[in-house]
């Protein structure tokens, strides 16, 4: 492990801080099959370390907002600081990130370089899909190792000084350690304003990381907000969220801020149930937030624009709030009609990118189809895609797909009948898929044996739903990509498609592009 205070070191420092998962499962997310013994033993060194003792799980929301507001204080800023930004605030179950991408790209256009005035945007997103520093991106692009580190062991060193000076009787070595630090993700989120704040930007478009009422990005004060979003609502974290939509959008609510314009697409598909919209309406009049509900008929209507690096129908509702969000921060009328858009936000949503969502990659001359889905409905949006992907020959046919899943957290059998089903009705036939391989989302082979109870009981399923199908199971993800490009290099017609977790999409690009983003 790397000692010095170089990129390599301020990774194997982060990697120290107490994870996502190990957060989560202080709410009672108990250990399951496919957690291996190693993920097991390194989950108890972290607890071990983590200055997060673990109280009653229902104590865990109503600390954390507060919590979050101590450790911005030992890094030496308050919400006063976060204030002389103006952030777009995205919270949501499906879509944040395309909606991050959508804004983004169309603030670079109004206040960026595209657009003459030469302001940087900033923006920050989770999780990642090869290298941390994607999180914290400078017009569109993630900041550099150099910078990454330089901003990193600024921020560390803060939160070392602090506990040295509150611990007197603590040693070097404690001070200096994870124990004195906050957790990953709240890590990352100050360590993205304290990259902001020095760079000098001043527009910010900001994703949730769970939930939004007691996520840590929460702590922007009002006037650091200039609009709100919440895309379309899921079931998920049901531990720390709740199991029902109405519990869940209660806390993406959570975001609103008095005096601030948010918006939602109500109808179709979106937030369509009137106990949700009951939810989102009250929480607005609670916090004196102006709602702006847009018609999912009327998005739909609309038609979006073309985004060739962002496809897929449900792209209309994300573009259409991000159009919004964008129009409020600029100081815009708020109105609501997407028809006529000025050739600047039309030209931000068509240079719009998004790596791991709906993404072609051609690799060694063979084609990927990159989709990190993990929900029942995202998973059949990915259907409809993969669809659209398909050529057919009168001499070879129709082409067939190579399914590379994963789901280590959620019930991937249940997932993986989602997906086979929707691409048959999506393609109209069965048996798109010749070969299913399904591995866990480590990169790489490791001397500790993994528990693979998750993918042996995928590969069962996938028999009883494709029984010409061939299948395989992996314990890393390149082992199962070095077993697609052999099958796809046989010289049939064939695609290669990797879904159902984005930490299985970031592990694929890893190992075909080790150099893109490390």
């Known amino acids: 492990m790397s000692t010095q205070r170089d990129y390599a070191g301020a990774l194997a420092k982060l990697a120290q801080l107490q994870s996502n998962r190990t957060v989560t499962h202080l709410f009672g997310h108990k250990t399951t099959a496919n957690d291996s013994s190693h993920d097991q033993r390194r ?26 507001l101590q450790w911005l204080r030992r890094a030496g800023y308050s919400t006063r600081d ?11 179950t499906k879509g944040k990130g395309s909606v991050c991408a959508f804004a983004t790209s169309m603030l670079r256009r109004h206040v960026g370089g595209g657009g003459g005035g030469g302001r940087p945007v900033g923006t920050c997103t989770s999780p990642h899909l090869v290298s941390p520093r994607e999180r914290i991106a400078i017009d569109g692009e993630p900041i550099s190792q ?3 580190a330089t901003a990193f062991f600024e921020l560390w060193d803060r939160f070392t000084a602090s506990a040295a000076a509150r611990e007197s009787g603590a040693g070097v070595a404690e001070a200096e350690g994870p124990a004195s630090k906050p957790f990953y993700f709240r ?12 760079e000098g930007v001043r527009d910010v478009v900001m994703e949730c990381g769970i939930g939004g009422e007691y996520d840590a990005t929460n702590v922007l004060p009002p006037d650091a907000v200039s609009a709100a979003v919440i895309t379309q609502l899921g079931i998920d974290h049901v531990a720390m969220l709740g199991d ?75 573009q259409a709030l991000a159009v919004m969000a964008v129009r409020a921060h600029l100081g815009q009328e708020l109105d609501t009609s997407l028809v006529n858009l000025p050739e600047t936000t039309v030209k931000g949503l068509q240079e719009a990118t998004l790596r791991g969502r709906c993404e072609v ?7 990927w189809l990159l989709d990190g889905a993990h929900t029942k409905e995202s998973l059949e949006e990915v259907a409809k895609w993969v669809a659209q992907q398909q050529t057919r020959t009168e001499e ?51 001397a500790v044996g993994r528990e693979l109870s998750v993918q042996e009981a995928a590969l069962s399923t996938m028999r009883g739903l494709c029984p010409g199908c061939e299948v395989a199971v992996f314990d890393n993800v390149r082992d199962a990509v070095s077993r697609a490009e052999r099958l796809v290099a046989r010289g049939s017609r064939s695609k290669v498609l990797v879904t159902g977790s984005l930490h299985l999409v970031g592990g694929a690009l890893q190992v075909l592009e080790p150099d893109t983003l490390l």
């Open 361 to 367: 990659l051609v690799h060694n001359g063979f084609t």
């Open 396 to 446: 070879d046919g129709e082409e067939q797909v190579i399914l590379v899943f994963n789901q280590q957290e959620r019930n991937a059998s249940v997932l993986l009948r989602t997906l086979v089903e929707a691409v048959d009705r999506e393609c109209g036939r069965r048996g798109v898929f010749s070969h299913a391989l399904f591995t866990r989302n480590e990169p790489t082979a490791d």
């Open 187 to 198: 890590f990352l989120t100050i360590l993205a304003w304290h990259v902001f704040l020095q």
């Open 82 to 92: 976060l204030a002389r930004m103006r952030h777009i605030h995205v919270a949501g």
């Open 146 to 148: 150099a910078q990454f």
């Open 244 to 318: 029902t939509a109405e519990e869940i959008a209660w806390h993406k609510a959570g975001i609103l801020k008095d005096g601030v314009p948010a918006f939602t697409v109500t109808g179709g598909r979106q937030l369509s149930t009137s106990g949700v919209r009951a939810v989102l309406r009250q929480r607005a009049l609670d916090k004196n937030a102006k709602l702006v509900e847009l018609d999912a008929d009327e998005v739909a209507a609309w038609g979006g624009v073309p985004a060739p690096a962002m496809k897929g129908e449900y792209q209309k509702a994300n």
């Open 43 to 68: 989950q108890q060194q972290q607890q071990q370390q983590s200055p997060i003792r673990a109280p009653a799980a229902r104590d865990l929301n109503a600390a954390a907002i507060p919590e979050m």
